[in-house]
């Protein structure tokens, strides 16, 4: 068996498609960019959240960081983040080892999650008018398939409950034990 020195360098040969291949290379569009969802409409604004969440500091961000944190939040990989927010991807992934950087970006995930939901809770009534109104259509593939969304949502609220009190039990039982 020849060794790597004894081998002959090769420069490759290049490659020849046929040309039906590159007439349709040719005509076959480019993948658009990806863009971040409108993130003032996904994401709370920045430093400016009031109530019961926490103000995001972004002092210590610098004003790339600052730019980057609303569209790196958007998207779940780091790839697409990074490409999206127009930054290098070690330099995103450089960016999510900085403590500041990890934590504002985790409080804004927080925050936007918890925006989710409150605008899921706004939809919780007109989500059961039309559970209803599916309970009463004529056909009775979709009054099951109605009755079955609404019996699992119960029991998973039921076990949600539950976990509530048992966690409030639990809370009671280790105060009273921390108690001198």
């Not at 961000?61 to 730019?67: D, E, K, V, W």
């Not at 008018?129 to 949502?153: C, G, K, Q």
Request: with cysteine; hydrophobic share 40%.
């Amino acid at each position: 068996m020849p060794t790597s020195k004894h081998r002959k360098h090769r420069s490759p040969k290049p490659a020849h498609l046929p040309v039906k291949a590159t007439d349709n290379a040719l005509k076959t569009p480019l993948p658009a960019p990806i863009h971040p969802p409108d993130p003032p409409s996904v994401l709370p604004a920045l430093a400016e959240v009031r109530g019961n969440e926490r103000e995001i500091d972004l002092s210590s961000l610098s004003p790339r960081q600052q730019a980057a944190l609303p569209i790196v939040a958007c998207f779940p990989t780091i790839v697409q983040a990074a490409r999206a927010a127009g930054v290098g991807e070690s330099t995103l992934r450089r960016w999510l080892t900085d403590p500041a950087f990890s934590g504002c970006l985790a409080e804004l995930r927080r925050q936007s999650a918890n925006l989710a939901r409150r605008k899921l809770l706004e939809l919780t009534p007109l989500c059961v008018s039309v559970l209803a109104d599916a309970m009463r259509d004529p056909d009775p593939a979709i009054r099951l398939r109605a009755v079955n969304y609404v019996l699992s949502f119960n029991l998973r609220a039921a076990e949600l409950e539950n976990l509530r009190s048992n966690l409030e039990n639990l809370e009671t039982a280790v105060s009273l034990l921390q108690q001198p």
